[in-house]
């Protein structure tokens, strides 16, 4: 499975983006995809995962109520909302697929998700 992640760039204060991910070589089906990202010199932190077959939705703390994750299972895309974004949101965005029926507890560990798209990153500023 390859990632393509795409939509980052510069933005406001306040603004909005959305991240796009897309996956080829394997069609999206029974997964749990997330949204990781990295700011400099911190660690991967976890943004946002969505499970294919209900569509259950899960989010980082810092981030819950801002961004919403989504998905196109036609498309074969993934997407990332993001809304009032903040200084603090600055960082380059990883989205991640897994096919191995992570529980609860699993999908908000990097470690977990076995595949990796490029990233693309984001930038808050005035």
């Known amino acids: 499975v390859q990632l393509q992640a795409s939509g980052g760039g510069l933005v406001q204060p306040g603004g909005s983006l959305r991240l796009s991910c897309a996956a080829s070589?394997?069609?999206?089906?029974?997964?749990?995809a997330g949204w990781f990202r990295q700011a400099p010199g911190k660690e991967r932190e976890f943004v946002a995962s969505?499970?294919?077959?209900?569509?259950?939705?899960y989010y980082g703390d810092s981030v819950k109520g801002r961004f919403t994750i989504s998905r196109d299972n036609a498309k074969n895309t993934i997407f990332l909302q993001m809304s009032s974004l903040k200084f603090e949101d600055t960082a380059v965005y990883y989205c991640?697929?897994?096919?191995?029926?992570?529980?609860?507890?699993?999908?908000?560990?990097?470690?977990?998700?076995?595949?990796w798209g490029q990233g693309t990153e984001v930038t808050v500023s005035s």
């Open positions: 991640a697929v897994s096919f191995r029926g992570l529980i609860t507890s699993e999908v908000r560990r990097a470690a977990n998700y076995e595949y």
């Open positions: 969505i499970r294919s077959s209900v569509g259950d939705t």
């Open positions: 070589g394997r069609t999206l089906s029974r997964y749990v």
